[in-house]
């Protein structure tokens, strides 16, 4: 089952542009990571964000965590037409390295 | 480096048969996680491996097993398909505590 929810499902916007995507979970968590799937390929890895961080920054890529909210954004600044994918929330819990993924936002980025 | 190989790409099955899938992580990650992805349930975490033994396990019948190899590469293997069986799977590997690498996946159709 899923940990959570993911929104928007779907953003569309301008190159250019940032996009911001929403997501919120259920359970206590070690961490929170961020992944993108290209057109039902392998996901890749984008960030990892512990529980005990608020905020991490990488390249165009800021994803900030409020665990007392259990919810977390990711925010990509001035968008490209590659960025144009399937977003993914995971949570880490527990021992091990089992994740539970959110919903996804589809994101489109048009010239 | 190399990164997460999974075989085959793409298998079609019929009903009621088995069908093994095959991981190869990246060196040196003894973590080996599966996932399947369908359009209604979205990503799933099936099971994770470290170091030979199944550390987590997710909530699928026994039909879906697994196993690791002492060289870290994992296979699965379904028994008695089921039409509902057609999804992506995915692979991936990780140091612990870290982001997962993903394999770009095996799609399995059955019919």
């Known amino acids: 089952s899923q940990q959570g929810e993911e929104d928007p499902q779907a953003l569309s916007i301008q190159e250019g542009e940032n996009a911001t995507m929403n997501c919120s979970y259920k359970?206590?968590?070690?961490?929170l990571q961020w992944y993108r799937q290209n057109s039902g390929r392998g996901l890749v890895h984008l960030i990892l964000?512990?529980?005990?961080?608020r905020e991490k920054h990488s390249g165009r890529l800021r994803v900030t965590l409020d665990t007392s909210k259990k919810s977390s954004s990711l925010l990509i600044t001035a968008s490209r037409a590659a960025d144009t994918a399937s977003y993914f929330c995971?949570?880490?819990?527990?021992?091990?390295?089992?994740?539970?993924f959110g919903t996804g936002t589809q994101l489109k980025v048009e010239l | 480096k190399a990164g997460v190989t999974q075989t085959p790409r793409y298998l079609i099955k019929t009903r009621g048969q088995q069908v093994t899938l095959s991981c190869s992580p990246i060196?040196?990650?003894?973590?080996v996680s599966w996932y399947q992805q369908t359009p209604g349930q979205g990503l799933q975490f099936l099971f994770e491996?470290?170091?030979?033994?199944?550390?987590n396990k997710g909530n699928f019948p026994g039909r879906f097993s697994g196993r690791q190899f002492s060289n870290s590469r994992s296979e699965m293997n379904v028994s008695t398909l089921e039409l509902g069986d057609s999804a992506l799977y995915l692979c991936?590997?990780?140091?612990?505590?870290?982001?997962?690498?993903f394999g770009s996946g095996t799609r399995l159709t059955v019919v």
């Open positions: 991936a590997s990780s140091l612990v505590g870290d982001g997962y690498t």
């Open positions: 964000i512990r529980s005990n961080e």
């Open positions: 491996y470290f170091s030979e033994t199944q550390r």
């Open positions: 359970t206590s968590i070690n961490n």
């Open positions: 060196s040196g990650h003894r973590s």
């Open positions: 995971a949570t880490g819990a527990g021992g091990g390295n089992k994740l539970t």
